[in-house]
């Protein structure tokens, strides 16, 4: 084995120029990931969790350069999937065996607290062995805590980028890198479970900025990292930029997984959009969580985030057996359990 890549394993941490090394050379690649699945092994078997995604709003007031949903995207059209819409997508997820639902969308202040609220206990409520996980932006402390007390225990929230300066270069000056992370270390102090996390290879990213996001997932120490390519979108300001690399994610992936043996990391949707086969080698480079949508096929082709959107034709039972299938091909068991992060505590 590699001396750099044991010193990782061992030490979960690595310099500055270590880091650097192995995320530029390939030489590394086979080592790093025999040992990311190997640790993943360790900690989590060969079990896959899941997560049903209900992407339920495509309306958004921010205006993020690199996304398909973007405020200024006019060739978007707009859809808010009603709370019984919601509850009929967590209940043919449940039937299928998803004991996660992931409620993901744009910044719609249409969904008031009082609204986020309601439809978080209406699942609770009718799904009381179900984690409520929400994915919907920045909100103040009071809205996470009331989110929270409804009965949602989980936030997915990408910080894109610790560097304040690639922050400003990826969205407008009305957003911020430091609020961001400020909502995130909110998010952890309620006892949500939280995912932070990056798009690999967006515009302007350096190594250097990668590392300093290492850098900051060593401070945040959250239960999840969602990490998936940067892709490009028609409508967006991005639209020439190129797309990010499988290569890098998986790597990222790989160095993840050693750096946080217990964090739950997604084979993620823009990881199978990137290559056909893109998730089944995220899971291969340490991955150990699959989100098949779960949202009505009718609105799949208008929650585009980036162009070329896998699973959008798809019914929610397809990506399930799907996901199933694409596990199994190469040894590992999806299971029904709600998957929570092994190291985590409720104070
Ligand atoms: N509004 C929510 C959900 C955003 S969509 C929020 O602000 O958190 C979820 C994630 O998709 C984003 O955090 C971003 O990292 C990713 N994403 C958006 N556009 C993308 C693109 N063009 N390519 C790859 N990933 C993208």
């Not at 900025?209 to 979108?233: A, N, T, V, W, Y």
């Not at 990506?319 to 992060?341: K, L, N, P, W």
Request: charge should be neutral; charged fraction near 25%; glycine fraction near 6%.
């Amino acid at each position: 084995m590699s001396e750099l890549i044991q010193k990782l394993r061992e030490n979960q941490n690595l310099t500055e120029e270590e880091f650097k090394k192995i995320l530029s050379c390939e030489e590394y690649d086979e080592d790093l990931r025999q040992n990311a699945d190997a640790v993943r092994r360790e900690q989590y078997g060969n079990q896959v969790y899941l997560r049903g995604l209900i992407e339920f709003t495509n309306y958004c007031k921010n205006n993020c350069y690199y996304c398909g949903i973007r405020r200024d995207n006019r060739n978007v059209s707009r859809y808010r999937l009603t709370q019984d819409e919601i509850l009929e997508c967590c209940r043919e997820g449940y039937a299928l065996g998803f004991r996660t639902f992931v409620l993901q969308g744009g910044e719609d202040p249409y969904f008031t607290d009082q609204r986020v609220c309601s439809i978080v206990s209406a699942i609770h409520q009718e799904f009381p062995d179900c984690a409520i996980t929400l994915s919907m932006g920045e909100k103040s402390f009071e809205s996470y805590l009331a989110y929270f007390q409804a009965g949602a225990e989980r936030y997915l929230l990408r910080h894109e980028t610790a560097s304040p300066e690639h922050y400003g270069k990826l969205h407008p000056a009305e957003m911020s890198c430091r609020n961001r992370q400020e909502c995130l270390f909110h998010l952890k102090k309620i006892g949500y479970q939280v995912g932070a996390g990056i798009m690999v290879g967006s515009p302007y990213q350096t190594l250097d900025h990668i590392i300093e996001d290492l850098r900051f997932l060593q401070k945040l120490q959250p239960q999840m990292i969602g990490i998936g390519p940067f892709l490009s979108h028609q409508d967006t300001p991005f639209r020439n930029e190129k797309n990010g690399e499988l290569k890098l994610t998986l790597r990222l992936l790989s160095v993840l997984r050693l750096m946080f043996p217990k964090v739950l990391l997604p084979a993620t949707t823009a990881l199978g959009t990137v290559h056909p086969l893109g998730r089944e080698m995220g899971l291969k480079a340490g991955a150990n969580v699959i989100m098949p949508n779960l949202s009505p096929t009718s609105v799949r082709k208008k929650y585009m985030l980036y162009d070329n959107k896998i699973c959008t034709g798809d019914e929610s039972a397809q990506c399930r057996q799907c996901t199933e299938r694409r596990a199994a091909s190469i040894g590992y068991e999806v299971v029904t359990d709600r998957g929570d992060a092994k190291d985590f505590r409720r104070e």
